[in-house]
């Protein structure tokens, strides 16, 4: 898991400044998987990737990958889908995968001796039926607000991510939600901020996610947002991994199986 430096400073009366590097202890090496199986509608879905981490010190400058991995996905109904790594990156690929909704995957990595398998399910996602612009005034400033709607299917327990990209921003912006108390009704997921700018473009990513993955992606979300590198986790963020050769090792990461929808949008002049 990759982390950044932390630097004290210590402000002085006479404006100078001393930079401490702290010394900390760094623990055993855990592998990350990054497994995102993606289905956008209207595609075959066979091109995949997965990638493997380990994780790194507190001051180190680079993310170590897991080379040298046997990396497998297999259906419920047996079938088994190899992926190869690309080179020495840490990237394992496939060209065969077939996806199907409802279907339950299993995830196998063999890996420094160790093995190290995860399970779920693909679930699938809605269709983006309209967008609509608008103006929402925040504390005496006008900001864009773009909102995306979709229909949630009747009597069906849904989870949604939501994954907005726009080229002002420094990073993607993440949003998650189910449809506990809004089943069967038109929903939207939106995004309103101030470096939107007509003409620019911006693009949805809408994927379908298990419940387990949704509490995981939230517990991820509020960690993320609990502020600072000093701040206590609410929680310890686990995955749905397991490590069948050494259980007290499990691996960090999730793999997640969703059908997606992408959609793009120009921002238009504001009237």
């Known amino acids: 898991m990759k982390y950044i430096y932390i630097f004290i ?10 930079v401490i590097d702290l010394p900390l202890e ?12 993606n289905w956008q509608k209207g595609t075959s879905g066979a091109n995949q990737k997965i990638r493997l981490t380990e994780t790194a010190g507190f001051y180190d400058l680079t993310v170590p990958v897991a080379t040298g991995a046997t990396v497998t996905v297999t259906s419920g109904a047996g079938t088994v889908f190899p992926f190869t790594e690309e080179g020495n990156t840490g990237i394992y690929s496939t060209t065969t995968f077939l996806p199907e909704i409802e279907e339950t995957y299993t995830l196998s990595v063999n890996y420094n001796g160790e093995t190290f398998t995860a399970e779920e399910t693909l679930k699938s996602v809605s269709e983006i039926v309209s967008i609509e612009q608008s103006i929402q005034p925040i ?24 994954q907005f990209n726009y080229p002002g921003f420094l990073i993607d912006t993440y949003g998650a939600r189910s449809d506990e108390f809004t089943d069967g009704q038109l929903n939207s997921v939106f995004i309103q901020d101030e470096d939107l700018v007509p003409g620019q473009k911006l693009t949805l990513y809408f994927y379908g996610g298990s419940k387990t993955y949704f509490n995981y992606f939230n517990l991820l979300l509020d960690q993320i947002e609990a502020g600072g590198p000093f701040a206590t986790p609410p929680a310890e963020v686990k995955g749905n991994g397991i490590n069948i050769t050494n259980p007290d090792k499990k691996p960090l990461g999730y793999f997640r199986l969703s059908e997606m929808v992408v959609e793009e949008y120009v921002i238009q002049e504001i009237e």
Do not use: W
């Not at 760094?26 to 990054?34: A, Q, Y």
């Open 9 to 18: 400073t210590i402000l002085l009366f006479t404006s100078c400044e001393d």
């Open 26 to 37: 760094e623990g055993p090496k855990r592998l990350v998987i990054d497994a995102n199986i």
């Open 139 to 162: 504390f005496g400033t006008d900001l864009i607000k773009v909102e995306f709607f979709f229909q949630d299917p009747e009597g069906e327990e849904n989870y949604y991510i939501n």
